[in-house]
T-cell receptor
Framework: DQQVKQNSPSLSVQEGRISILNCDYT??????FLWYKKYPAEGPTFLIS?????DKNEDGRFTVFLNKSAKHLSLHIVPSQPGDSAVYFC???????????FGQGTRLTINP | DAGVIQSPRHEVTEMGQEVTLRCKPI?????LFWYRQTMMRGLELLIY????????DSGMPEDRFSAKMPNASFSTLKIQPSEPRDSAVYFC????????????????FGDGTRLSIL
């Protein structure tokens, strides 16, 4: 029973273009969503989050969009840079709950 | 600022041996989490603590697994006896307790312990 799904195991994007990573969830109690980036042999690094009272949150090159009716969120990276090559995890929790449920991850490769 | 510190980074041991993984959370954080990452199951939460008290251990796979947090700056995850299927990367994470509308706070992860049970 996967409550958070990242259906694309991998994504390849040209340097300078937009990278769009997608995530779907099934639990309607989730109202806090996060994206983490992970390099090999390192722990996941927090990137950006969004709560359900918003539909967009922006931080530099990174923007997260939330569509509550579709139970879908996406991470946009513009412009993509070689250092963005990593595995990206989507995670979700209910308000006030500390338990995070993670997706399986999407490996992003930025090609020069 | 020091992040979450885990030790050892790598552990290779034989089946049946006791394994102890260690974690030092970020100073001032109220929550501590233990995760396990495998190819099959991805990142799964094993147990978490609030102010050194275990809150939810429903993810702990078996009685062979135990976790303690004797003080705010140290936690251990112990496997006894270890089995080959316990081979995985184990992550520790910590977070602050939020307030009100910011009741959710991001978790910050250590670099993990890669455990191999032969």
């Amino acid at each position: 029973d996967q409550q958070v799904k990242q259906n694309s195991p991998s994504l390849s994007v040209q340097e300078g273009r937009i990278s769009i990573l997608n995530c779907d969830y099934t639990n309607s109690m989730f109202d806090y969503f996060l994206w983490y980036k992970k390099y090999p042999a390192e722990g996941p690094t927090f990137l950006i989050s969004i709560s359900s009272i918003k539909d967009k949150n922006e931080d530099g090159r990174f923007t997260v969009f939330l569509n509550k009716s579709a139970k879908h969120l996406s991470l946009h990276i513009v412009p993509s840079q070689p250092g963005d090559s990593a595995v990206y995890f989507c995670a979700a929790s209910a308000r006030g709950a500390q338990k995070l449920v993670f997706g399986q991850g999407t490996r992003l490769t930025i090609n020069p | 600022d020091a992040g979450v510190i885990q030790s050892p980074r790598h552990e290779v041991t034989e089946m049946g041996q006791e394994v102890t993984l260690r974690c030092k959370p970020i100073s001032g954080h109220d929550y501590l989490f233990w995760y396990r990452q495998t190819m099959m199951r991805g990142l799964e939460l094993l147990i978490y603590f609030n102010n050194n008290v275990p809150i939810d251990d429903s993810g702990m796979p078996e009685d062979r697994f135990s976790a303690k947090m004797p003080n705010a700056s140290f936690s251990t995850l112990k496997i006894q006896p270890s089995e080959p299927r316990d081979s995985a990367v184990y992550f520790c994470a910590s977070s602050l307790m939020g307030q009100g509308i910011d009741s959710n706070q991001p978790q910050h992860f250590g670099d993990g312990t890669r455990l191999s049970i032969l």
